[in-house]
């Protein structure tokens, strides 16, 4: 097995390391907890686990389902062994129903169903607060090629499919989530994490938030809405 060696990049909620194989890395996800682009910052107890866990097992889900992802060992309560991808720059953004952004540019009402869903691309930059992009900005820009992104999208649209049902099946509702891609020896595969940070989901029954967005509107609770998700996926957690 590889061995943690020196810090590659630290992020908002996830550190990663290098390993004693040159293919291969460590995340390593912390209590961090951030929201509008790193300007606030908690620790909340636990979260690090969760989403370690949580990560984990959505990815063995889109393993099964034929999806390459970058997961290659559970390690730890908050690390995970991956394969070292060359990171595409490009969020691909898949909305189910209207929340977040969508609702404040283009004034619709939270909660619409989106059919079919929409497919949105966004350049991974904080800086630039992670600007809205088109298929053409990807290509003319070298982020991806013209093949890669059509690979990307179709791969996003999948695990919609995959993962829309399995919420579904646990009584919650998908609302929309990014993805990061990056090449494995040229072959495109899914990397990052998907977690509660990333996504957002809500009751089906009562559209009570269970994500990230408790955090952002102050709505407490973090930390346990994603134990409750968690728990109703059967995500093996303690």
Same mark, same amino acid.
Request: include cysteine.
């Given at each position: 097995m590889a061995q943690k060696t020196t810090e590659l990049y630290r992020g908002k909620a996830k550190t990663v390391y290098h390993t004693t194989d040159a293919d291969k890395l460590i995340l390593h996800f912390r209590n961090d907890t951030s929201a509008f682009d790193g300007e606030r910052i908690e620790q909340l107890a636990r979260k690090g686990m969760v989403n370690n866990k949580f990560n984990y097992f959505?990815?063995?889900?889109?393993?099964?389902?034929?999806?390459?992802?970058?997961v290659e060992a559970l390690l730890s309560d908050d690390e995970v062994l991956v394969k070292k991808l060359?990171?595409?720059?490009?969020?691909?953004?898949?909305?189910?129903?209207?929340?977040? %952004?969508? #609702?404040?540019?283009? &004034?619709?009402?939270?909660?619409?169903? @989106? /059919?079919?869903?929409?497919?949105?691309?966004?350049?991974?930059?904080?800086?630039?607060?992670?600007?809205?992009?088109?298929? %053409?900005? #990807?290509?003319?820009? &070298?982020?991806?090629?013209?093949?890669? @992104? /059509?690979q990307m999208k179709a791969l996003t649209l999948r695990v919609n499919e995959v993962l829309s049902r399995l919420f579904d099946q646990a009584g919650l509702m998908l609302v929309d989530f990014k993805l990061e891609f990056g090449l494995f020896h040229g072959q495109v595969v899914l990397g990052d994490e998907f977690s509660p940070d990333g996504c957002r989901l809500w009751d089906k029954a009562?559209?009570?938030?269970?994500?990230?967005?408790?955090?952002?509107?102050?709505?407490?609770?973090?930390?346990?809405?994603?134990?409750?998700?968690?728990?109703?996926?059967?995500?093996?957690?303690?």
């Open positions: 959505i990815m063995q889900q889109l393993e099964q389902a034929g999806i390459p992802t970058q060359d990171m595409i720059p490009v969020e691909c953004v898949v909305r189910n129903f209207a929340a977040g %952004s969508l #609702v404040k540019r283009l &004034g619709v009402e939270e909660g619409l169903a @989106l /059919t079919p869903p929409t497919f949105e691309l966004f350049l991974k930059n904080d800086a630039l607060h992670d600007p809205m992009i088109n298929d %053409s900005h #990807v290509v003319s820009f &070298g982020w991806a090629t013209t093949e890669q @992104l /059509t009562t559209r009570k938030k269970l994500d990230k967005d408790r955090f952002r509107q102050g709505l407490g609770g973090v930390v346990e809405a994603y134990e409750e998700v968690a728990q109703r996926l059967g995500v093996p957690i303690d």
